[in-house]
Structures are given as C-alpha cells and as structure tokens.
T-cell receptor, first 115, second 108 residues
Framework: DVKVTQSSRYLVKRTGEKVFLECVQD?????MFWYRQDPGLGLRLIYF???????EKGDIPEGYSVSREKKERFSLILESASTNQTSMYLC??????????????FGNGTRLTVT | KNEVEQSPQNLTAQEGEFITINCSYS?????LHWLQQHPGGGIVSLFM???GKKKHGRLIATINIQEKHSSLHITASHPRDSAVYIC??????????FGKGTSLLVTP
C-alpha cells in the first residue's frame, strides 16, 4: 500500500514565522502535490512537482514555496506565515503518468493554525 | 479551467437508504475521480473512471461523457459511510479540478 506521510497532524505558528510542512511518500512516485482545503472552497492546488527539483505553480501559490531535493520528499514552505494561511494542508502523490489519469494518494493532512 | 459542481452540498439519510451524489463538469475530461474524506482529514481514492460504470462493494460510480455528468451511488447505506465525498475532473496536465464536496451523514 502506498503511504504518504505528513510530518505533523496539528501545527500552531505565530504570524511572521517561517513554516515547513514535510511530506514523504514510499512508492517512488514522480508526481507530488500540495493542496489546501478550506470550508466552502474545497481543495485548491498550491504547487506540484513532477520530478526532483522540478516544480509548477498551482492555482494559489502566493505566499508559498516548495522544495523537492529528493524524489520521496516534497516540502511546502510558508516564508512568513499569515493568519489567512490557517487551513488544512494535504499532500498527495501519484504514479508518473499524467496525475489526473492515475489515482492520487493523500496524506492525512496537517491542520495549521496561524495566530 | 474545468468547473466541477456537486449536488447536494449536504445530505442526511437513514441507515439502509439508497444514496446518490451528483457531479457535473463543464469541459470534456480524460478521467473523473471520486474521493472519500472521513472526519480527521485523510482522503481516499474510491474510483477513477472515464466511461461506463464501476462497482466496489456497496458503492457504484457511473459517468455519462456526453452529458458531462457522473453519479456516485451507495446502496444499503450505513453510518460508517458518513463522510465527505468529493469528485474531481482531469482533462490535461498534472492537476485535478475538484468539486466542493458533499457532506453525507447516515443516521442509525
């Protein structure tokens, strides 16, 4: 079974802090994704990566950056956390064919609160 | 961008009832995904389909490509089916366009 592991389930940070959210998958998937999920808005793509060191902006990349130095690990970085980044963050991975035609495997999510 | 609409937004059913959740999309797709999210956050992929019908246990997913519409059916619903059900469409590229989800509560 594919396992996608997010480093924290709950995280509380202060405004202005630099925040790292880590995601690791164990199935050698090329594609990895970061989403945020907010009530009434559904899942929105922040960034995705289709290979090591490759990244593409999603629908809402502002205020975020990502890092993919190793195939199994995809990190989401909030350079200076703000209260409007309080949200549920979900990492996902998929096999190398186009992500939309392969099932996505999600982590359990990180609920981030910025105070 | 593919607009994905789900209905209903919220649904309450009694145990044993037959449940239908609908999903429509605006642009032709290569695949339609149905996902399940239980309280606590984790999301599980239920189905991925590009035509016809798929069945896993009590869950059935259908898609009508011409009408740009998909349905998820749950037969003999059970309280453990209570979850948020999300449909997502893919046309090209690496990303999916997600519906906002249908929150299902099945009462004993």
């Amino acid at each position: 079974d594919v396992k996608v592991t997010q480093s924290s389930r709950y995280l509380v940070k202060r405004t202005g802090e630099k925040v790292f959210l880590e995601c690791v998958q164990d199935m050698d998937h090329e594609n990895m994704f970061w989403y945020r999920q907010d009530p009434g808005l559904g899942l929105r793509l922040i960034y995705f990566s289709y290979d090591v060191k490759m990244k593409e902006k999603g629908d809402i990349p502002e205020g975020y950056s990502v890092s993919r130095e190793k195939k199994e690990r995809f990190s989401l970085i909030l350079e200076s956390a703000s209260t409007n980044q309080t949200s549920m963050y979900l990492c996902a991975s998929s096999p190398p064919d186009l992500g939309g035609n392969s099932p996505l495997h999600f982590g359990n999510g990180t609920r981030l609160t910025v105070t | 961008k593919n607009e994905v609409e789900q209905s209903p937004q919220n649904l309450t059913a009694q145990e044993g009832e037959f449940i239908t959740i609908n999903c429509s999309y605006s642009v032709g797709i290569s695949a339609l995904h149905w996902l399940q999210q239980h309280p606590g956050g984790g999301i599980v992929s239920l189905f991925m389909l590009s035509s016809g019908k798929k069945k896993h246990g009590r869950l059935i997913a259908t898609i009508n490509i011409q009408e740009k519409h998909s349905s998820l059916h749950i037969t003999a619903s059970h309280p453990r089916d209570s979850a948020v059900y999300i449909c997502a469409a893919s046309n090209s590229g690496y990303a999916l366009n997600f519906g906002k989800g249908t929150s299902l509560l099945v009462t004993p």
